[in-house]
């Protein structure tokens, strides 16, 4: 049974208190307040977009794709815009009779999208126009995957799936094994060649032929503990973060794992939990953790101690940290984008995106792209002062 967050506090401490499932007088632990920020940076906005509903009501993670000057994104209540980069103005917009859950995929000439009601759609990127409407599993709320002849789906169900990317037939299915209890949410498969890797509520990391799902490696990344349902979900939400010849692999209640590509031999490992991911920059390797804790970990050697912490977004539901020029960017539940120094970890800007949260920011050509929970999508430079 796949749990659905009220709020990403569900999974961090005071689990039940806080979504008010049960009565009780145990306490509950609040957001951190805002503290003042030395701003040494301005936020200057080059342009924005409303995008439909943007992640909807539900905890999607609808990534943005970019390509060729053109930012491809799309909204939980089907709609899909193609804008240029450079200005955000409008080039195409589809909207979709379905609710959007996973995406956006790209590869070759194609979009992808996956379905809330367990369909996958291709969309020629250059119109927005439907190619093909394919069956799915069950519900995609990953970003789909494609090097232009083939595509990769992961489901809800713990399927991994092959098609061809131009037809939408179906080639293989991957299962894996699904716990009683996990998070909503699925890692996004990775491209890697010949191969795809993909992450699985169970904590395992595998490695699979991308012609016909051939088991290459399975390496077990977490592994439940506790005596509770919920103390034992170790799943593997974050996205897969690929450095070198080796992929950063973090899960919930479990590690922060970095792997070998073509072995899976696991290189190192911290005990870490996170939902959202890691990023790389200035020899650092930079992860959200479950309390909303950003942290820096020396890349190499062996990961014991962590170069810096902030621990002032405590319980603000923060985002996957974006490593760009000199700083780490993060977003909040109350829709804040954050600027960190990669160097210390401190503040150097805040500026608010929207108010419905912000759990998605890209960065390209050292712009700033975030993209609202409630549909708005902004593009900052950043300037010193």
């Given at each position: 049974m796949k749990l659905f967050k009220c709020s990403l506090l569900i999974f961090v401490s005071a689990i039940v208190s806080a979504c008010g499932v049960f009565g009780g007088d145990d306490e509950v632990e609040l957001p951190a307040e805002l503290v003042r920020v030395d701003e040494e940076v301005n936020f200057r906005r080059l342009w924005s977009a409303n995008i439909g509903d943007g992640q909807g009501d539900k905890y999607n993670r609808l990534q943005p794709v970019i390509e060729g000057g053109v930012i491809y994104v799309a909204a939980s209540n089907g709609i899909v815009q193609a804008l240029n980069l450079e200005d955000g103005r409008r080039i195409w917009q589809s909207r979709l009779g379905y609710y959007i859950s996973g995406g956006v995929g790209l590869g070759g000439d194609y979009l992808f999208l996956g379905t809330?009601?367990?369909?996958?759609?291709?969309?020629?990127?250059?119109?927005?126009?439907?190619?093909?409407?394919?069956?799915?599993?069950?519900?995609?709320?990953?970003?789909?995957?494609?090097?232009?002849?083939?595509?990769?789906?992961?489901?809800?169900?713990?399927?991994?799936?092959?098609?061809?990317?131009?037809?939408?037939?179906?080639?293989?299915?991957?299962?894996?094994?699904?716990?009683?209890?996990?998070?909503?949410?699925?890692?996004?498969?990775?491209?890697?060649?010949?191969?795809?890797?993909?992450?699985?509520?169970?904590?395992?990391?595998?490695?699979?032929?991308?012609?016909?799902?051939?088991?290459?490696?399975?390496?077990?990344?977490?592994?439940?503990?506790?005596?509770?349902?919920?103390?034992?979900?170790?799943?593997?939400?974050?996205?897969?973060?690929?450095?070198?010849?080796?992929?950063?692999?973090?899960?919930?209640?479990?590690?922060?794992?970095?792997?070998?590509?073509?072995?899976?031999?696991?290189?190192?490992?911290?005990?870490?939990?996170?939902?959202?991911?890691?990023?790389?920059?200035?020899?650092?390797?930079?992860?959200?953790?479950?309390?909303?804790?950003?942290?820096?970990?020396?890349?190499?050697?062996?990961?014991?101690?962590?170069?810096?912490?902030?621990?002032?977004?405590?319980?603000?539901?923060?985002?996957?940290?974006?490593?760009?020029?000199?700083?780490?960017?993060?977003?909040?539940?109350?829709?804040?984008?954050?600027?960190?120094?990669?160097?210390?970890g401190r503040f150097v800007g805040r500026i608010r995106v929207g108010r419905k949260g912000l759990r998605i920011i890209q960065s390209q050509g050292g712009i700033l792209y975030a993209y609202g929970n409630g549909g708005n999508l902004v593009a900052y430079q950043i300037e010193a002062k």
């Open positions: 809330e009601d367990a369909s996958l759609i291709a969309l020629d990127k250059n119109s927005g126009e439907t190619v093909w409407v394919r069956d799915a599993s069950s519900e995609v709320l990953s970003v789909p995957a494609s090097d232009g002849e083939y595509l990769i789906v992961q489901s809800a169900d713990g399927r991994l799936t092959g098609y061809d990317a131009n037809t939408g037939d179906q080639l293989w299915i991957y299962e894996s094994t699904v716990p009683a209890l996990s998070l909503r949410g699925t890692s996004s498969p990775i491209i890697i060649n010949n191969f795809v890797l993909a992450g699985f509520e169970n904590g395992d990391l595998v490695s699979v032929a991308i012609d016909n799902g051939t088991l290459s490696w399975n390496s077990r990344i977490a592994v439940p503990t506790g005596r509770s349902e919920i103390e034992r979900i170790i799943d593997i939400d974050a996205e897969l973060f690929i450095d070198g010849g080796s992929v950063l692999v973090p899960s919930y209640q479990g590690f922060l794992s970095m792997i070998d590509i073509t072995t899976g031999q696991t290189l190192w490992r911290v005990e870490e939990s996170s939902i959202t991911g890691a990023s790389t920059g200035f020899g650092n390797i930079y992860i959200s953790d479950d309390r909303g804790h950003v942290k820096a970990y020396r890349g190499g050697g062996t990961q014991e101690e962590t170069v810096w912490v902030n621990e002032q977004l405590d319980l603000r539901e923060i985002s996957k940290p974006v490593s760009f020029n000199n700083y780490i960017a993060v977003g909040d539940f109350e829709g804040y984008l954050h600027l960190l120094s990669q160097v210390d």
